[in-house]
């Protein structure tokens, strides 16, 4: 099985980005599809091609001769992602890579998530679409993003800023957590001949490092040279509020549930179990490698 036009959706953020320069350096020739009213420029596609995203006929005709679409688009909803998938199927795309990039969707606990909602319907209707012969199917998830405005917010871990670290039930649970780099490689990998057979409809897990928010802030002080005060949460207290506000139809404490997505054991949040890092080649990050990654997002670039 072998693919090589890919059209992507979602190319000019922050992780389409990424994922459009590793199927470049994979060989793949890359087609972004872009919104109409879109000014951002797809650094590094083969050619864009801007389009009404809610229109499926022109959708078609943007994903012809395409072998794939990829999707990464943020927040996405059944009822926009399910318009070009459609297209895909219309335009006799082989495989589609929706846009799920999450922690451990097939933990049932997970599934049962508010936060999760969308991508789980467009995962069942991916799922009846590939069970009725029209479509493949290949999603990556990778935990959360390995990257300095998640993991230096305090919010889960260190604040630099504050030198506070925010601790929830302790902060000692790991989970598998992925650079921006790492998913667009897994998304290229996935699609390569060799594995091309192996991943198709199914979810593939990848990750870069396993952390815990005590691991994190411990690499900050020493990279810092300094100690971090300590704040103490419960994960239960705070999905608690998130359920009461739910129930008002106030929807501003939704992210507390991905602290137990996170951090539970029962949502299985550290996936090495079922990663498919050696499979696809793709190397887990040594202790140095993290305080690296981690002096990089605090000290400046030098201008030299």
Known sequence: MSFRNVALLGATGNLGSKILAALNMAGYTVTAIQRKDSKNIAQGAAKSIKVDLKNGLELVEAFKGQDVVVSAVPNPKLETEKIWMDAAISANVKRIVPSEYSTNLE?????KLPIVKDKMEIRRYIEELANS???????VNNGPFMVNYLWLSGWMGPNPKTKVTTYHDGGEKIVASSTLERIGEAVAKVLAPEHAESTKNKPIYVYSAVVSERKMTSVLEKVMGIKFEEQH????????EAD???KKGDYSKMMNYYLPFCFTDEYLGDFRYQAWNEKLGLKVMTDNEIEDLARSWIEPPSSA
Do not use: C, H, N
Not at 107 to 111: G, K, L, T, Y
Not at 133 to 139: L, P, R
């Open 107 to 111: 933990a049932a606990p997970s599934q």
């Open 233 to 240: 949460m419960k994960i239960s207290d705070l999905v608690g």
């Open 133 to 139: 012969g029209k479509v493949e199917w290949t999603s």
């Open 244 to 246: 009461e506000a739910l």
